[in-house]
């Protein structure tokens, strides 16, 4: 009776034991269980999960914006020759006109040669951002209509073409500003938290001298003396965002610097830089994470800012900011800068509601169980 009532206890240790347990994969990769927690934390919150799959969408739409929105066919035949002028320009001559220049294929005469010998397949919008609808039949700005589903702005420019480049430079703007001010704040900030001392005493004053300057009237000087380009507001703005994490970064790694691992791996002869990146880094990551889509956000900002000055991208480039200027100044066209703030307020949003995701999900109170936690 004992050895049957042993037997019973005994077994499901066994089991536990001889039975592995099922690995965490993510999308065939193995996962740690924590990461399986953080992963499981952000689905939880449904309003950032679902805002990322919604900002995925609309920035994956907006990538092919020359096929969605352009004034050139998607595909064109004529004699039973296909054309893909979308892909490559073609003289007029090659569909029966007089001039060795590129083919106008919005123009009534081009439309017609083709139409006698096959036909156009077109974008679902025909305009390209710095397309200028001279068919229009209303002085610019034109009302919403059937050929302009939001109107046109100032300079008859279709309104839905621009804000879709224009959403399409504004991420991706955002993106790279994020990604190189991050790489320059986090490699400054675990300089100064690490060695701490007089390195990072000399970074504090500097940052405080470098931050003090004023930005906005550094970037008129600068735009009137240099023609400003994509890459170089680009650089420009760098040089001033990259202070954001560097207090976020240099707060952990003078807190984690001084844990047992970090020292135990110095006693080992670990150098410097191993400790920094494969035992520190890792900890002050999960602060920098969080942040890191507000920072998403203030560059969107920034740019929009700009633009909305003057000072951002030269003309005919697409921007937001742009138009909302021309909203501003064209009040009796109330279109232009509701659609440019309905797509910024959207944008801004669906950012926000992912950075609060992330945040939970890197939450200590709610990835660690109740186990654990009594144990930290």
Known sequence: MSEAIQTEKTEPRFASILVPEAEDRLLGMRISKLARRRLENFKANRRGYWSLWIFLALFGFSLPAEFIANDRPLLVSYKGSLYFPILKAYPETVFGGDFETEAEYRDAFVIEMIQKEGWMLWP???????????????????????????????????VVSRLLYGFRLSVIFALILTLFSSVVGIAAGAVQGYFGGWIDLIFQRFIEIWAGLPTLFILIILSSVIYPTFWSLLLIMMCFSWMRL??????????????????????????????????????????????????????????????????????????????????KRNLQAPWLGLSGFFVLAVLMSLLVFVGEAVRDAFDVRKTLSPTEGGEA
């Open 124 to 158: 679902l919008v025909p305009y390209r951002y710095d397309t200028v609808n001279y068919n229009s039949k209303e002085p610019a700005p034109a009302h919403p209509s059937w050929d302009n589903w939001l109107g046109t702005d100032d300079q008859a420019r279709d």
């Open 246 to 327: 560097v207090g976020v970064v240099r707060a952990e790694f003078l807190r984690a610097r001084n844990f047992d691992f970090v020292r135990a791996a110095r006693a080992l002869g670990v150098n410097d830089v191993t400790i920094m990146w494969r035992h520190v880094l890792p900890n002050a990551m999960v602060a920098t994470l969080t942040y890191l889509p507000f920072v998403l956000v203030g560059a969107v900002t920034i740019l929009t800012s700009l633009d909305f000055l003057g000072f951002g991208m030269p003309p005919p480039a697409p921007s937001l900011g742009e138009l909302l200027n021309q909203g």
